[in-house]
Structure formats: C-alpha cells, structure tokens
C-alpha cells in the first residue's frame, strides 16, 4: 500500500487515472444493476471515459523513463531551459511543427501569432475564428508554416542533444487539417453551384454532400463567409415548389445543409442566414421524401440552440413537420418526431403544436402502436399545457393511456403514461371513471404504484388517492 502511495504522489496523471477508473467501475455497476438508472448516470460515466482517454493519450505523447534512447520531439517536456520564443503560446511546450495564423487582415510574422500546428488545430476545430492572441477575427484558418523559427529550433535542439522528429502529436492527424488544395475545391463548387448547367450544379451539390459527410473539417469551411451557405441554396431557392427542382440536386442540397448543421460553431449561422428555414419548411412540404427527413433532421440538430427553437417555431414549420408524421413514412417519422420534440421544449412551441393539432396525430399513432416510446415523450412534454390536457381528454386518451400501461414492459413508457394520466384526471374529473373501472377490473394503477419506477410510484398513488377521495365524497353524499 506504502508503494502505491508513492506512486500516487509521484505520478499524480496516474493517481487520477486510478481514481477515474474506479469512478467508472462504480457506474458502470450503476447502470449495468439498475433498469431505471438516470440520464445522468450515463453522462457521468461518458465523461469519464472522455477522460481517461485524453490521459491515456497524454501519456502517450509523452516519453517513459525508459524510452530516453528514442527521444522525439516531445522531450520538449524535459527542455525546461529552452528559449521562451520556440514554445507554443497555447501549449506553452517546445513547438514541433510551427505555423503561421493569419490574423486580421494580412499575416503577422511576430513570434505571438505562431503556434504549434497540433494545439491551433485544436483551438480551431472547437469552432473558434479569432487569434488566440490579439482576438482579432481571423480573415481565413489557413495555416502557414514557419520555416524560419522552425529552422532556429532544429538548430537549439541540435546544440542541445535534442532529436526533433517530424511526427505530428499523435492526438491529431492529417485528416483533421484544411489545405490550400481543400479551400480551393471548396471553393470551386460554391462556384459551380451558381452555373447555369444543371449537371454541374448536381456534380458540385453530391461533392458538397459527401465533402461534408466524411470530412468534418470541410464543414467549418461554411463558417468562414457568410456567402457559402446562400450560394449552395442558390439552386433550389428560386422555385415555389421542390417538385420543380431535380429530386437528386433537392436531396443533396438540403442533406449538405445537415451535414453543415452538425458543427456546433455553424448552427447560428446557418439558422439566422434569411433563406435557410423558410427553405427547410418548403422542403419539408413538398421534397423527396428522403429530402423532408432530411429537412425534419436539420431542423433538429439546429435546434438544439434555444435562439434557433424560437426562429424555427416562429417560421411556421411546427404544422408541416406534424403533417409528415401522420403520413407515417417510416424514413421520416423518426426526424420529424425528435424535431418536434425539441422544439416544444420552449412554451410557444408547445402552444404551436397543440394549434396545429400535434395531441390528435399522435395519440392516434400511439393508438395504432407507432413509435410509441418518442411519441410518448412528446405527449408527457406537452401534458404542461392546457389546451393539449384538454385535447388529451376530449381524443380518448385515458382508454389509450391504460392500455399501454397494462401491455408495455417498458417502464419509461409507463411512467409517461400515468404522468399524462394523472394531469388529466387532475383536469377532468370524469375521466376518474374510465380508471376506476380499470383498477377495479385489472388493477393496473395499483400494479404501478408498487413496482413501477420511482416517479410512477408518485403519479400512480396520486391517482389512487384521487379515486379514493372521489369515491369518500361519493358515499359521504
């Protein structure tokens, strides 16, 4: 135990390793022993594992004690006397590969705005566009390098016994990295997309399409101008209908603004350029049925961002998104329901929805056994709002509700079930009957209130204590 304590104090990346992964070890059992474990348990569990990853990675990069015969270039760690202009400003490390970062309006060739290439990368892959240094708005991410300091480090570290490799820190890799010949296509089929040929025009959109899919940092390349986006839209924006446009130059158009959608950095951007979400809306309405999935899946990872749940809700895309999943289109039905569920996280949008009759449509899938789980969860979110209890009410849905509840072996399910339930019991009391009837015949809220999850035990003994109220009043009377 004396040893290990040692070790812990001498190797504190260890020590920390350690204690993660007993961390770990516990909430893995948490989730692996408990059907009902939290969404936060898993979230805790993933961040550990990040992690543990970014420490093993670490001590990778860095040497052992006994590999001093193979030094590479990040011996830096050890050069503690090296000059202060040939560490990276970022990493504060001995640079391996230095770059110059264009900043501003031209390049500045000061020692400040060269770094090492692998933590710019970094800085710049998180989606930030201005210098780390000056915080100036950088004109493009195009990354120099700088031959000079590079020279002058090669030279203190041949002065000094020290082997400078030319391997790259192995947490990144040439597929993460945007070159001149990378903008210069990107830029080839913005321009193409604006040709008045219509097999030009689908040649760039299906490059753009598997650019952006495959090549993650091809997407931050949008995010640079605010001319890119319009330009790829530019081919299906001026018709009144998709029917009128290619169904594969449709398809890939709005699939490459998916594929866009996903970077973090570019959701407001994409979002707020004007004819993006009216765009999306008429896809939605009338475009290839792959087209309207993928015009329901963008809407969805763009609104992850409150601002953009607002804009989205406001654009009148709630109806048509609620239209796609009555029609039941099984390639679409899966989108369109995490859009709207999403979306109705805020209160205007639930107050859409109901308007746009979102309880009818899916009460009547949950009827007929369609994605009962996501349909589910939209129905207890959108329980909070009265018009929809009401609506709940008036479509049946406490025979619904019940026999769900008797037929699911998923507790979530039933949990959102007697959620709903309960709220509408709480709303109309008549509706008391239809559950009286069914404790008294299966005795199904009861069942619940034993053994359900912990929430259901709340919701079904509420009921209980209803009926029993209701039922008192009944003989006192």
Partial sequence: MAKSGVVAESDPTAARAARLKKELQRLVKSIVDDDDCSIQTIDQAKEALCVLKDLKLRKRSSPSPSSTSSLSFKLHKSTSTCPEE????????????????????????????????????????????????????????????????????????????????????????EESMITVADRDHFLSLLEKMSSSSLSEQKAAAKQLRLSTKKIPSFRSLFGETSESIPKILKPISGSDSFNNIHPDLQEDVITTLLNISILDSNKKLVAETPMVIPLLVKALKSGTIETRSNAAATLFTLSALDSNKELIGKSGALKPLIDLLEEGHPLAMKDAASAIFT?????????????????????????????????LTILALLSNHQKAVQDMADAGAVASLLSIMRESTCERNKENCVAILQTICMYDRTKLKEVKEEEIKNR???????????????????????????????HTA
């Fill in 86 to 173: 040939f560490r990276c400003p970022l990493s504060k490390e001995l640079m391996g590969d230095p770059v110059i970062l264009a900043s501003g309006q031209k390049f500045f060739l000061s020692i400040m705005q060269t770094y090492d290439r692998p933590f710019i990368q970094r800085w710049l892959k998180a989606g930030n566009r201005t210098c780390p240094q000056t915080q100036q708005v950088l004109s493009h991410t195009l990354l120099t390098p700088n031959d000079l300091i590079r020279q002058m480090i090669e030279q203190w570290c041949k002065n000094h016994g020290v082997e400078l490799s030319n391997q790259v820190h192995c947490l990144y890799n």
């Fill in 343 to 375: 979306l109705c996280v805020i209160h205007e949008n639930k107050a859409r929805a109901v308007r746009d009759g979102a309880v009818s449509v899916i009460l009547k899938k949950i009827s007929s056994r369609v994605r009962v789980d996501e349909l």
């Fill in 444 to 474: 199904t809220i009861s069942e619940l209130a034993l053994n359900g999850t912990s929430r259901a035990k709340r919701k079904a003994s509420g009921i209980l204590e209803r009926l029993n109220r209701v039922v008192n009043i009944t």
